[in-house]
């Protein structure tokens, strides 16, 4: 246990101000412009008035800003070490959720406190990303292809896919699998596993179908089909694509998208605002909001390669991850790619645990970028606890 809480760093604590100095600052104004193209969109969503989405929206940004730099100021290695420990934490509200959760909209994923109310899952994403972090930093790299070193963190991220999935919440269940899956393989498992994983994953789907719910198949059938049910489960991807084609080259101008204005677009706030955003902004302003998503990718990559450590290096590289996942399954599904799951527009939809969770990640890449120079002996940890 003393060698989990012995100082395996070769660098000194940095200073306050130090981190100030380090900090990536054209990537914060970077996430910057993102939230503010949230706040226009919800602007217009709401007939051009800052209640009751829009104003939220930017408190609840300026509240991440002050979330990020916590995240960078706090050491670490207190980070790494209370991993494990605030993954278990997070396991466990997970878990009562069925018990003592909130029901919305057909779905339990919430616990509440009174008026507030936040989702386990959300947390989970960060939860997850530390705890295989933290891993991959513990385990030698010789033993990295080993089936029993595959045991631990295929629980990691089997335990919370299997709770989403009885909320449930097939989204988020994805969400665990890609982002779970992606920091293993960075963190050195074969590819072969991978393979072996897929072709079990293609030999089950009959009996996995089978346990979908309803509502679950509905959606995967519309998918396919959306016309099978304009007014029922097709609905929602129908409008969607007509508000995205509708749109054109250059949109119909801001607070002129006749679909989300009329309200025949529904959850046009939350899940759906990038076709709202779309429809009035057209190919160019739908392609121009991608571009920042995919710059800030780059960033998060960028920073991810530079750090010394595993550790630092995989939670800045699985944060990016859960970026890149809630962007992807958000736009692909408003565009007919993939079935309809209640995925937000990162920093863009409305929703106050979506965004203070993505906030706080996008802090642990800036810590990770501020102690990119610091390189954790692995040696020094005799323990996995």
């Not at 930017?58 to 991440?64: A, L, M, N, Y």
């Not at 494990?84 to 509200?93: A, D």
Request: glycine letters at 10%; a positive charge.
């Amino acid at each position: 246990m003393t060698m989990l809480f012995s100082d395996g760093f070769d660098r000194p604590q940095l200073k306050l101000s130090r981190k100030l100095l380090l900090l990536n600052w054209p990537f914060l104004l970077l996430i910057t412009a993102i939230a503010a193209v949230g706040v226009a969109a919800l602007y217009s969503v709401a007939g051009g008035s800052l209640e009751p989405w829009a104003s939220r929206h930017v408190v609840r940004f300026c509240i991440g800003l002050a979330l990020i730099y916590a995240v960078v100021l706090v050491d670490i290695r207190w980070w790494m070490r209370t991993a494990y420990p605030f993954y278990l934490v997070v396991l466990v509200l997970l878990a009562l959720v069925p018990l003592i959760g909130v029901e919305s909209g057909g779905a339990q994923r919430w616990i509440g406190f009174g008026e507030y109310s936040f989702q386990p899952s959300e947390i989970m994403k960060i939860a997850l990303v530390l705890a295989l972090a933290r891993y991959y930093q513990w385990l030698p790299p010789e033993k990295v292809w080993r089936p029993d070193a595959m045991l631990p963190p295929l629980l990691m991220v089997g335990l919370p896919t299997v709770l989403a999935l009885a909320q449930p919440d097939l989204g988020t269940a994805a969400l665990f699998g890609i982002v779970g899956c992606g920091i293993m393989f960075l963190g050195g498992v074969s590819w072969v596993y991978f393979i072996a994983a897929v072709v079990g994953i293609i030999a089950v789907l009959p009996h996995l179908w089978e346990r979908l719910h309803d509502y679950q198949k509905d959606r995967v059938l519309t998918l396919i089909d959306p016309q099978r049910d304009p007014l029922g489960s097709g609905y929602h991807i129908l409008q969607s694509k007509i508000a995205i084609g509708s749109g054109g080259l250059t949109g119909k101008g801001f607070m002129q998208g006749t679909q989300a204005q009329l309200n025949f677009l529904p959850e046009k706030h939350t899940d759906f605002i990038f076709t709202m955003f779309a429809e009035e902004m057209g190919f160019i302003g739908a392609a121009a909001l991608l571009a920042l998503y995919l710059l800030t990718l780059l960033f998060i990559t960028y920073m991810a390669l530079r750090c010394r450590s595993t550790f630092t290096r995989l939670v800045a590289a699985g944060m990016g991850l859960c970026l890149f996942t809630y962007v992807f399954i958000n736009v692909a599904m408003v565009t007919g790619l993939v079935p309809v799951v209640g995925v937000p527009l990162p920093l863009v939809s409305y929703g106050g645990t979506s965004m203070l969770t993505m906030m706080v990640g996008l802090g642990f890449v800036l810590n990770a970028h501020v102690n990119r120079q610091v390189h954790i002996r692995r040696e020094e940890f005799g323990l996995l606890w």
